[in-house]
């Protein structure tokens, strides 16, 4: 979080105030680091160094143009899982020679567009799928390279709601059906099924489930090379946990020394689709505290972001760090109070964090909700017709609009009346 830091009591992006942006463009408002998300990327790209990665950003952690266009220019391909992220990815002037698309819903149509983009890989996630790419490509008359996303079966320490290579989560397939896919693949005549692919979760901190599966799948290439089936692309997906509050996630290096060894002895193409930990430590949403409003046993800052804007303290009961975009002193005779920070949306999950101490919080007060640079705007919505803020991406001393507010007019843009 070396890029959102304090001076003079009061909290900067790089070399911009905070409050200065939240006074110029308002707020509910989104702050970016460019030089973070740069930072993050660049040290997985250089931990795995030694396999030479294709680096696959994945877009659904913050799917912004500008965003996009950054790590695009820096090298990375992208990890795409709708035909909606396809357009932004092409609109950001991906290759699509570097796009991997997984998802276990791609509607033939969003398949016949993303064969016709010419992307690198689908990553796909069933026997019916695998069915549907093949009469697809056959209808263009074009032969189209898969991997296969395997269910590694292997439980990953995180939220219920964030794992997914554990055989009661809906993604991937089976070892024992991939198998027999691999084995029958003369019967796929359009597609060329040449890789493996596993991503067992979001948020996790420790390297060992990630090994465990690598492991799994090391194996089971080396299975299918005893069968005569010789892969090019081993993609062992994204997952890697941030620090949010007293976390100690293996960092890019470590994870590279635990894993980097296994994949160079593979001589398989590697593929790496980060997404929190390139996004996550490079945002912040920041609020205004509207009103405060002390009830019995509790006070409440009710700010001018709600669960629309940031849905994952209601959604995974995250937790976020808030902290106060400009710092109060401290009064030895106790000035510090506790406070749930609450939205205006009419639900009861609605709030950004529960029992937080603040030196005493006013009404007009500006909060940063931290590490909300991934999966924050990009699951923003407009619950309770609130228009979704603006972002702001800053490089050095200078900031820029990168999504303008929405207005009242876009609210009904699309409908009918
Ligand atoms: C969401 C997703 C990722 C990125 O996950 P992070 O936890 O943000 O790194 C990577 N691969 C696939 C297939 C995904 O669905």
């Known amino acids: 979080m070396h890029d959102f830091k304090y001076k003079n ?38 931990a795995f160094k030694s396999v030479k990665p ?35 990815a092409l609109k950001a002037g991906a290759s699509p020679r570097k796009i991997v698309y997984a998802s276990v819903g791609k509607t033939a149509k969003e398949i016949e567009y993303a064969v016709k983009s010419n992307i690198l890989l689908f990553n796909a996630e069933s026997l019916s799928e695998i069915r549907m790419i093949n009469n697809v490509a056959g209808r263009l008359g074009r032969k189209q390279a898969i991997a296969l996303r395997v269910n590694p079966n292997v439980k990953a320490k995180t939220h219920k709601y964030i794992t997914t290579g554990h055989k009661q989560n809906k993604f991937g397939i089976d070892i024992k059906t991939a198998k027999n896919i ?21 948020q996790i901190i420790d390297a060992r489930p990630f090994v465990k599966a690598i492991k799994k799948m090391i194996g089971f290439a080396a299975l299918l090379k005893s069968r005569g089936i010789i892969l090019r692309y081993f993609n062992i997906g994204g997952g890697l946990g941030i620090i949010y509050s007293g976390e100690r996630p293996q960092t890019a290096g470590e994870y590279a020394r635990a894993v980097a060894p296994l ?3 593979l001589k ?3 593929i790496l689709e980060p997404g929190r930990f390139i996004a996550g430590n490079a945002g912040v949403l920041v609020t205004k505290v509207t009103y405060i409003k002390e009830s019995p046993g509790k006070n409440f800052a009710i700010v001018d972001a709600a669960m629309n804007d940031l849905v994952r303290p209601s959604l995974y009961e995250a937790y976020h760090e808030i902290l106060p975009v400009k710092t109060r002193a401290y009064s030895s005779t106790g000035n510090i109070r506790t406070y749930d920070i609450v939205g205006p949306v009419c639900e009861s999950g609605d709030f950004l964090g529960k029992d937080r101490k603040f030196i005493n919080l006013e009404e007009g007060d500006y909060l940063a909700v931290m590490s909300a640079g991934a999966y924050g705007y990009s699951m923003a919505g407009n619950y309770n ?33």
């Not at 900031?399 to 699309?414: H, V």
């Open 9 to 46: 009591s009061r909290l900067y992006c790089e070399s911009v105030s905070i409050a200065e942006l939240a006074e110029k463009y308002g707020t509910p408002l989104y702050v970016y680091s460019r030089r973070t998300f740069l930072d993050h990327y660049r040290k997985l790209r250089d």
């Open 54 to 88: 294709l680096i696959c950003y994945s877009v659904k952690a913050n799917s912004n143009l500008s965003i996009l266009k950054l790590l695009v220019a820096e090298g990375a391909g992208l990890d795409i899982v709708s035909g909606g992220e396809l357009f932004r």
């Open 182 to 202: 691999f084995l029958n693949r003369k019967d796929f005549a359009n597609l060329d099924i040449c890789g493996i692919h596993i991503h067992i979760g979001s």
């Open 263 to 265: 994949l160079k002895k």
């Open 268 to 270: 398989m193409n590697v």
């Open 385 to 417: 017709s609130r228009p979704r803020p603006a972002e702001v991406l800053v490089n050095g001393s200078r900031a820029g609009i990168i999504s303008r507010r929405e207005t009242y007019k876009d609210l009904i843009r699309q409908e009918v009346s």
